[in-house]
Nanobody, 116 residues
Framework: QVQLVESGGGLVQPGGSLRLSCAAS????????MGWYRQAPGKQRELVAT???????NYADSAKGRFTISRGNAKNTVYLQMNSLKPEDTAVYYC??????????WGQGTQVTVSS
Protein backbone atom coordinates (compact mmCIF):
# COMPACT_ATOMS: atom_id res chain seq x y z
CA GLN A 1 0.00 0.00 0.00
CA VAL A 2 1.08 3.52 -0.77
CA GLN A 3 -0.21 6.64 0.93
CA LEU A 4 0.08 10.05 -0.73
CA VAL A 5 -0.25 13.47 0.90
CA GLU A 6 -0.34 16.64 -1.17
CA SER A 7 0.42 20.17 -0.03
CA GLY A 8 1.06 23.60 -1.50
CA GLY A 9 -2.27 24.55 -3.00
CA GLY A 10 -3.92 27.90 -2.45
CA LEU A 11 -5.15 31.11 -3.99
CA VAL A 12 -2.91 32.91 -6.46
CA GLN A 13 -3.40 35.76 -8.91
CA PRO A 14 -3.20 35.20 -12.66
CA GLY A 15 0.42 35.12 -13.75
CA GLY A 16 1.56 33.91 -10.35
CA SER A 17 3.29 30.71 -9.29
CA LEU A 18 2.67 27.83 -6.93
CA ARG A 19 4.65 24.73 -6.03
CA LEU A 20 2.77 21.58 -5.14
CA SER A 21 4.38 18.78 -3.16
CA CYS A 22 3.37 15.17 -2.72
CA ALA A 23 4.95 12.84 -0.19
CA ALA A 24 4.57 9.10 -0.51
CA SER A 25 4.77 6.64 2.36
CA UNK A 26 4.25 2.93 2.80
CA UNK A 27 5.47 0.58 0.07
CA UNK A 28 7.40 3.31 -1.76
CA UNK A 29 9.86 0.77 -3.12
CA UNK A 30 7.11 -0.48 -5.43
CA UNK A 31 6.48 2.90 -7.07
CA UNK A 32 7.70 3.20 -10.64
CA UNK A 33 6.02 6.46 -11.64
CA MET A 34 4.31 9.46 -10.07
CA GLY A 35 2.29 12.28 -11.46
CA TRP A 36 -0.21 15.08 -11.08
CA TYR A 37 -3.78 15.18 -12.31
CA ARG A 38 -6.44 17.83 -11.88
CA GLN A 39 -10.20 18.08 -11.85
CA ALA A 40 -12.10 21.30 -12.37
CA PRO A 41 -15.75 21.64 -11.35
CA GLY A 42 -18.00 19.84 -13.80
CA LYS A 43 -15.08 18.35 -15.71
CA GLN A 44 -13.34 15.00 -15.79
CA ARG A 45 -10.04 14.43 -14.06
CA GLU A 46 -7.18 15.04 -16.49
CA LEU A 47 -3.47 14.41 -16.63
CA VAL A 48 -1.17 17.32 -15.91
CA ALA A 49 2.27 15.72 -15.80
CA THR A 50 3.98 12.44 -14.97
CA UNK A 51 7.52 11.35 -14.18
CA UNK A 52 9.05 7.88 -14.06
CA UNK A 53 11.75 6.57 -11.74
CA UNK A 54 14.13 7.01 -14.64
CA UNK A 55 13.25 10.67 -14.92
CA UNK A 56 11.17 10.56 -18.10
CA UNK A 57 8.47 13.19 -18.06
CA ASN A 58 5.20 13.70 -19.87
CA TYR A 59 3.09 16.86 -19.89
CA ALA A 60 -0.37 17.79 -21.00
CA ASP A 61 -0.31 20.39 -23.75
CA SER A 62 -1.85 22.89 -21.33
CA ALA A 63 1.10 22.43 -18.95
CA LYS A 64 3.98 22.49 -21.41
CA GLY A 65 6.25 25.49 -20.96
CA ARG A 66 4.59 26.58 -17.72
CA PHE A 67 4.69 23.60 -15.36
CA THR A 68 7.64 21.46 -14.29
CA ILE A 69 7.40 18.09 -12.57
CA SER A 70 10.32 16.76 -10.55
CA ARG A 71 11.18 14.09 -7.99
CA GLY A 72 12.95 14.53 -4.70
CA ASN A 73 16.30 12.89 -4.03
CA ALA A 74 14.64 10.20 -1.94
CA LYS A 75 12.26 9.44 -4.84
CA ASN A 76 9.29 9.39 -2.48
CA THR A 77 8.39 13.00 -3.18
CA VAL A 78 7.12 14.61 -6.35
CA TYR A 79 6.78 18.31 -7.02
CA LEU A 80 4.86 20.39 -9.51
CA GLN A 81 6.18 23.89 -10.11
CA MET A 82 3.45 25.92 -11.75
CA ASN A 83 4.29 29.28 -13.32
CA SER A 84 2.27 31.78 -15.34
CA LEU A 85 -0.92 30.44 -13.81
CA LYS A 86 -4.21 31.14 -15.55
CA PRO A 87 -7.79 31.12 -14.23
CA GLU A 88 -8.39 27.95 -16.25
CA ASP A 89 -5.78 26.20 -14.11
CA THR A 90 -8.21 26.39 -11.20
CA ALA A 91 -8.92 22.84 -10.05
CA VAL A 92 -8.30 20.26 -7.38
CA TYR A 93 -4.87 18.81 -8.05
CA TYR A 94 -4.30 15.14 -7.23
CA CYS A 95 -1.07 13.28 -6.78
CA UNK A 96 -0.95 9.81 -8.31
CA UNK A 97 1.55 7.00 -7.88
CA UNK A 98 1.76 3.77 -9.83
CA UNK A 99 3.40 0.57 -8.63
CA UNK A 100 5.11 -2.21 -10.56
CA UNK A 101 1.74 -3.95 -10.98
CA UNK A 102 0.32 -0.76 -12.54
CA UNK A 103 -1.90 -0.27 -9.51
CA UNK A 104 -2.74 3.41 -9.02
CA UNK A 105 -2.77 5.25 -5.74
CA TRP A 106 -4.28 8.71 -5.23
CA GLY A 107 -3.85 11.50 -2.76
CA GLN A 108 -6.74 13.43 -1.27
CA GLY A 109 -6.19 16.45 -3.51
CA THR A 110 -5.25 20.06 -2.97
CA GLN A 111 -7.22 23.06 -4.22
CA VAL A 112 -5.57 25.53 -6.57
CA THR A 113 -7.52 28.69 -7.31
CA VAL A 114 -6.27 31.27 -9.79
CA SER A 115 -8.21 34.49 -9.45
CA SER A 116 -7.72 38.20 -9.10
Amino acid sequence: QVQLVESGGGLVQPGGSLRLSCAASGSIFSINAMGWYRQAPGKQRELVATITNGGSTNYADSAKGRFTISRGNAKNTVYLQMNSLKPEDTAVYYCRAQDSNNRPYWGQGTQVTVSS
